[in-house]
Nanobody, 118 residues
Framework: EVQLVESGGGLVQPGGSLRLSCAAS????????ISWYRQAPGKERELVAT????????IYADSVKGRFTISRDNAKNTVYLKMNSLKPEDKAVYYC???????????WGQGTQVTVSS
């Protein structure tokens, strides 16, 4: 069974930092790209960052470019999202996701809440 489990969310002041983790199991982790999405209250879910299976390429939303860094440790089956210079508008539930082509299914974690407030 494919499982994605996010952790690391919390309350942080503007300008602060957090590191989110996404622990994966149930599939061959090092052959799949992983993405982070977020959904703020009343808004649609949006793509934040994507990393390829080997970690050699990353893509970021314009809104987080230069502030967020996605990385992965294939030995630990874990993807990270380091978030620096956090802004109130970064407040959202953050989800990790992967698309398993052979099953034609996009899997999601349960999400982790990030709140940026003074």
């Amino acid at each position: 069974e494919v499982q994605l489990v996010e952790s690391g969310g919390g309350l942080v002041q503007p300008g602060g930092s957090l590191r989110l983790s996404c622990a994966a199991s149930g599939f061959t982790f090092d052959t799949y790209g992983i993405s982070w999405y977020r959904q703020a209250p009343g808004k649609e879910r949006e793509l934040v960052a994507t990393i390829t299976s080997t970690g050699d390429r990353t893509i970021y939303a314009d809104s987080v470019k230069g502030r967020f860094t996605i990385s992965r440790d294939n030995a630990k089956n874990t993807v990270y999202l380091k978030m620096n210079s956090l802004k109130p508008e970064d407040k959202a539930v953050y989800y990790c996701s992967t698309y398993i082509l052979s099953r034609k299914v996009k899997y999601w974690g349960q999400g982790t809440q990030v709140t940026v407030s003074s």
